[in-house]
T-cell receptor
Framework: GEDVEQSLFLSVREGDSSVINCTYTDSSSTYLYWYKQEPGAGLQLLTYIFSNMDMKQDQRLTVLLNKKDKHLSLRIADTQTGDSAIYFCADVTGTASKLTFGTGTRLQVTL | KAGVTQTPRYLIKTRGQQVTLSCSPISGHRSVSWYQQTPGQGLQFLFEYFSETQRNKGNFPGRFSGRQFSNSRSEMNVSTLELGDSALYLC?????????????FGPGTRLTVL
């Protein structure tokens, strides 16, 4: 079945850029999401990218998609302490309502 | 619009019992999906209901079941609870379209099985 992998932990200093990476195995992915989860909370959709796009920018967030390598990244510019959370990538293959999530990357922002 | 609500937020049960969790989607949304989140297995898709019918199913045993009512509210039931069922159960609502459709997640129900 589909597999989505992420590194477990990333630590950055406040004001720096953060880059969170994700790899997936299913080449038929139609679109991919990035979600944020804060402690004790559900999942908040940050952004998404269609599989026919290479890049998408949304304020401080930039998503890059390399379909050839099945690699997705999320760049957060000017990272703030409020960005500390777990970030999940998720892809959709086939039915639009079934998401396959990555393992999650815990982002720690230090002063 | 009110967001997705899940009740209860926290639940403690013992092995062998059964439990029912509830999810109220955003008004107008017809699809409700359920996910299980555990430290070991991460986020896994349980099933999706659309217009009162189960439309998709993940790889969970038959002890996990669900239903959806005519007002799109959904319930998830787990029978004969096992320790490994301790998890955060998240539901997501969407319009249910077959192409892109944004899924909005609730805060989750944290189930602890003792």
């Amino acid at each position: 079945g589909e597999d989505v992998e992420q590194s477990l932990f990333l630590s950055v200093r406040e004001g720096d850029s953060s880059v969170i990476n994700c790899t997936y195995t299913d080449s038929s992915s139609t679109y991919l999401y990035w979600y944020k989860q804060e402690p004790g909370a559900g999942l908040q959709l940050l952004t998404y990218i269609f599989s026919n796009m290479d890049m998408k920018q949304d304020q401080r967030l930039t998503v890059l998609l390399n379909k050839k390598d099945k690699h997705l990244s999320l760049r957060i510019a000017d990272t703030q302490t409020g960005d500390s959370a777990i970030y999940f990538c998720a892809d959709v293959t086939g039915t639009a309502s079934k998401l396959t999530f990555g393992t999650g990357t815990r982002l720690q922002v230090t002063l | 619009k009110a967001g997705v609500t899940q009740t209860p937020r926290y639940l403690i049960k013992t092995r062998g019992q059964q439990v029912t969790l509830s999810c109220s989607p955003i008004s107008g949304h017809r699809s409700v999906s359920w996910y299980q989140q555990t430290p070991g297995q991460g986020l896994q898709f349980l099933f999706e209901y659309f217009s009162e019918t189960q439309r998709n199913k993940g790889n969970f045993p038959g002890r996990f079941s669900g239903r959806q009512f005519s007002n799109s509210r959904s319930e998830m039931n787990v029978s004969t609870l096992e320790l490994g069922d301790s998890a955060l159960y998240l539901c997501a609502s969407s319009s249910g379209g077959q192409t892109y459709n944004e899924q909005f997640f609730g805060p989750g129900t944290r189930l602890t099985v003792l």
